[in-house]
């Protein structure tokens, strides 16, 4: 969606390894989110932040961090990259906490 | 935050008109409700958004009723491409915290 860029779109990574996933945006939104989608699932949010250097945990933050340095940029972190961390990755916006999402095209991680 | 339930899926013809009902029974007064859709391989986006009453869209329409303790998503005359997942949400503006999305509702349209 205009605004608002995940990188990268595709990647391969062996189990261990460390993996950062970025979400850029150009709306100036206060709020960022990412969330991971697997198939019986459904959207389960990682962790958000509501402001430079502000970030709180969702309901699957174990094995992941992040990081907001500047308005614009949310970065998330697999620390040792596992095969149950195998998803696809969605950043999302908003300016609001409640409503108003707007969603990037998501990052299809593979952990081998 | 409030939970919302909606059923798992849904089949429907072309042309028909669907309605998705989603319940949140503990639904706060600040709380506004919002339905995204979402299709494979995308992230979601939003349909449509109210917090009491109805209201329509060139999409859809969302119906709510006084005690807004559920909400129904209104498909008029459904075609292939409305196939898709659609999610309900409650959630406030001013919580600072962030939405919770569920499962959401398997919408197959058949010809």
């Known amino acids: 969606d205009a605004g608002i860029t995940q990188s990268p779109r595709h990647k391969v990574t062996e189990t261990g390894t460390p993996v950062t996933l970025r979400c850029h945006q150009t709306?100036?939104?206060?709020?960022m989110y990412w969330y991971r989608q697997d198939p019986g699932h459904g959207l389960r949010l990682i962790h958000y932040s509501y402001g430079v250097k502000d970030t709180d945990k969702g309901e699957v933050s174990d094995g992941y961090s992040v990081s907001r340095s500047k308005t614009e940029d949310f970065l998330l972190t697999l620390e040792s990259a596992t095969s149950s961390q195998t998803s696809v990755y969605f950043c999302?916006?908003?300016?609001?906490?409640?409503?108003?999402?707007?969603f990037g095209s998501g990052t299809r991680l593979t952990v081998v | 935050l409030a939970k919302t339930t909606q059923p798992i899926s849904m089949d429907s013809y072309e042309g028909q008109e669907v309605n998705i009902t989603c319940s949140h029974n503990n639904i706060a007064t600040n709380d506004y409700i919002t339905w995204y859709q979402q299709f494979p391989s995308q992230g979601p986006r939003f349909i449509i958004q109210?917090?009491?009453t109805k209201v329509t869209n060139e999409v859809a329409s969302l119906f709510i009723p006084a005690d807004r303790k559920s909400s129904t998503l209104s498909l008029p005359r459904v075609s292939l491409s409305d196939t898709a997942v659609y999610y309900c949400l409650v959630g406030d503006a001013q919580a600072g915290t962030a939405l919770i999305f569920g499962k959401g509702t398997t919408l197959s349209v058949s010809s």
């Open positions: 999302a916006i908003s300016e609001s906490s409640g409503y108003g999402y707007t």
């Open positions: 709306e100036n939104h206060r709020y």
């Open positions: 109210g917090y009491k």
